[in-house]
C-alpha cells in the first residue's frame, strides 16, 4: 500500500516534468527543421513556474474558472488507469474501457469552461474540437477494440504480459493496420499539424485558451503535457509491449517524435477536410484491421 502511494505522488510529477520537456522538444525540433535556432528544451517549464507566479486577473464565472481544473483533473485521473513503466496505479479487468471513458472528460471540461468566456475564437476552438473528436476517436476506438479481440482481454496488464518475449512479439506486427490507423488517430489526438484545427494560433489565437492566463493556463500547459504521455503511452501498451520506466519513455517518445516530423512538414486541414479524411481512409484501415483479426 505504502508503493501504491509513493507511486500515486511520484509518477503524476514525473510526467508531468516529462511531458513539458516533451513539449519543449517539439518547439525546438520543429525550428530547427524550418531552419531556426528555437527556444532551448526546458522552456515550457520556465513557462509554467512563471505563471504559477501570476494572478489569475479574468473570470467568466465559476465554470471558466472550473474549466481548467476539470482538464487537469481528468488528464490525471485517465493517467492513474494506464500502465506508465508497467507501474499502473489501478489494473483490473476493463481498465481499458475505464481509460477510454475518462479521456473524454477531460476535452469536455476544457470546453465547458472555454464556452463560458464569451470569446468568438473560443467557441470556434471548441467547435473544431468537438468535430475533429467525432471523427479521430472512432478510428482509435477500432483500433484498440482489434487489440482487446486479438488477446481477449481488456486489461492493460494482460495485453503487455502477451507481448513479453522481446520486439518480435510485440503487436505492432500481427496487428499492424490496426496500429497504422491508431498512429494515424493519434496525430489529432496529439494536436499536431494537419490536425491542429481545434487551437490554430494563426487563424483563432489558441482557441479555447485565448481567455486563460496566469495560473489558469499554467494548469492548462500541465493538462497538456499529461495528455501528450497518455495518449503516446496507450500506443507503447497495446502496440510496443511496454516496458520498464526507462524504456517505456524511450518508445512513448519515439511515437511523439514520428507526430512531430509530420507536423513540420503538412499545412493544416480545413475542419471539413479533417471530418472526412477520418471517415475514409483511416477508419478504413482501422476496420480492415479488425476484419484480419475476427477472420
Given at each position: 500500500m505504502s508503493d501504491k502511494i509513493l507511486w500515486a505522488i511520484f509518477m503524476p510529477i514525473l510526467v508531468i516534468f516529462i511531458g513539458l520537456i516533451y513539449m519543449g522538444l517539439a518547439r525546438k525540433i520543429t525550428a530547427r527543421i524550418q531552419n531556426r535556432y528555437g527556444?532551448?528544451?526546458?522552456?515550457?517549464?520556465?513557462?509554467?513556474?512563471?505563471?504559477?507566479s501570476k494572478k489569475n486577473t479574468?473570470?467568466?464565472?465559476v465554470m471558466f474558472d472550473l474549466g481548467p481544473i476539470l482538464a487537469f483533473t481528468g488528464a490525471l485521473l485517465t493517467l492513474f488507469f494506464l500502465p506508465v513503466g508497467n507501474k499502473p496505479l489501478f489494473s483490473f479487468q476493463g481498465d481499458i474501457i475505464v481509460v477510454l471513458y475518462l479521456m473524454v472528460i477531460a476535452p469536455l471540461g476544457m470546453a465547458l469552461g472555454a464556452g463560458n468566456s464569451g470569446n468568438p475564437n473560443a467557441a470556434i476552438g471548441i467547435a473544431r474540437a468537438l468535430t475533429l473528436m467525432l471523427g479521430y476517436e472512432v478510428v482509435m476506438v477500432i483500433a484498440v477494440v482489434a487489440v482487446m479481440i486479438y488477446d481477449n482481454t481488456a486489461s492493460f496488464m494482460d495485453i503487455i504480459n502477451a507481448q513479453k518475449g522481446g520486439i518480435a512479439h510485440?503487436?505492432?506486427?500481427?496487428?499492424?493496420?490496426?496500429?497504422?490507423?491508431?498512429?494515424?488517430?493519434?496525430q489529432a489526438m496529439l494536436g499536431e499539424k494537419p490536425f491542429d484545427q481545434p487551437i490554430a494560433?494563426?487563424?483563432?489565437a489558441s482557441g479555447p485558451m485565448v481567455e486563460y492566463?496566469?495560473?489558469y493556463l499554467s494548469m492548462l500547459q500541465m493538462y497538456h503535457s499529461i495528455?501528450?504521455?497518455?495518449?503516446t503511452g496507450l500506443f507503447v501498451n497495446l502496440f510496443l509491449g511496454g516496458g520498464n520506466l526507462l524504456w517505456w519513455f524511450v518508445k512513448s517518445f519515439a511515437v511523439f517524435f514520428?507526430?512531430?516530423?509530420i507536423n513540420a512538414v503538412m499545412p493544416r486541414f480545413r475542419?471539413?477536410?479533417?471530418?472526412r479524411f477520418y471517415w475514409s481512409y483511416p477508419a478504413l484501415i482501422g476496420i480492415l484491421g479488425l476484419i484480419v483479426i475476427l477472420v
Open positions: 527556444p532551448p528544451f526546458y522552456q515550457n517549464i520556465i513557462d509554467v513556474i512563471k505563471l504559477l479574468i473570470s467568466h464565472g510485440w503487436h505492432l506486427w500481427p496487428l499492424f493496420l490496426s496500429a497504422i490507423a491508431m498512429d494515424i488517430a493519434m494560433p494563426h487563424e483563432i492566463g496566469g495560473r495528455g501528450i504521455i497518455i495518449e514520428i507526430a512531430l516530423l475542419i471539413g477536410q479533417a471530418f
